[in-house]
């Protein structure tokens, strides 16, 4: 089972609401990603987290927030977003950040209002 | 940082043909994927290849690490390979890994 799931698939928000982003696999894998999407743009890398601890964070702004809180779960917490920030957020997971086939869920489409 | 570069930005193509993909990559790396993102945004992989040729049906691809390029081939393309294709390429800082996504090739095939 190559399944990463995410939820919610969309959610629209206003800029002074508070919401997560949910990410789940069960293949074992002990690296996962977040990553951002804006239209006809490539995935950008936002954070990795290896083994629970978190790895990388690629200067994102505080109001993003994540949380590993076990090897199957990763979250993204939302808190003073802007309308820029409305984009396509996408997790992925790999069996650890040196062995680096990323397997990608299917997104939130996040709306700020 | 390294540059990924893919050409062509758009293409059109009529079932039936087939097209090559290019990847071009600025620095060194450790690894290489391809992927198909369809309209809904999914990412689905088609290729894991540092270096080699490998196939899977109608697709195939190859990397050649040593001259910083990889290759993605659609033989007898389907309406259902529209989408965009995109290659990402890993980079090790020492201390963890990173993907570095190309610019994208959108790619329409029509009946």
């Known amino acids: 089972d190559t399944e990463v799931t995410q939820t919610p698939k969309h959610l629209v928000m206003g800029m002074t609401n508070k919401k997560s982003l949910k990410c789940e696999q069960h293949?074992?894998?002990?690296?996962m990603y977040w990553y951002k999407q804006k239209a006809k743009k490539p995935p950008e890398l936002m954070f990795v987290?290896?083994?629970?601890?978190?790895?990388i964070n690629e200067s994102v702004p505080s109001r993003f927030s994540p949380e590993c809180p076990n090897s199957s779960l990763l979250n993204l917490h939302l808190h003073a977003l802007q309308p820029e920030d409305s984009a396509l957020y996408l997790c992925a997971s790999s069996r650890t950040r040196t062995v680096n086939e990323q397997f990608f869920g299917p997104g939130t489409r996040l709306t700020v209002l | 940082g390294i540059q990924v570069e893919q050409s062509p930005p758009d293409l059109i193509l009529q079932e039936g043909a087939n097209s090559t993909l290019r990847c071009n990559f600025s620095d060194s790396v450790n690894n290489l994927q391809w992927f198909h993102q369809n309209p809904w945004g999914q990412l689905i992989n088609l290729f894991y290849?540092?270096?080699g040729t490998k196939q899977n049906g109608r697709l195939s691809a190859t990397t050649v690490a040593t001259e910083r390029y990889s290759l993605l081939y659609i033989s007898s393309s389907q309406t259902t390979d529209s989408g965009v294709y995109f290659c990402?390429?890993?980079?090790?800082?020492?201390?963890?890994?990173?993907?570095?996504f190309g610019t994208g090739t959108r790619l329409q095939v029509t009946l």
């Open positions: 987290y290896s083994y629970e601890k978190l790895s």
């Open positions: 293949m074992g894998h002990r690296a």
């Open positions: 990402a390429v890993e980079l090790s800082t020492g201390t963890a890994s990173k993907l570095t």
């Open positions: 290849i540092p270096s």
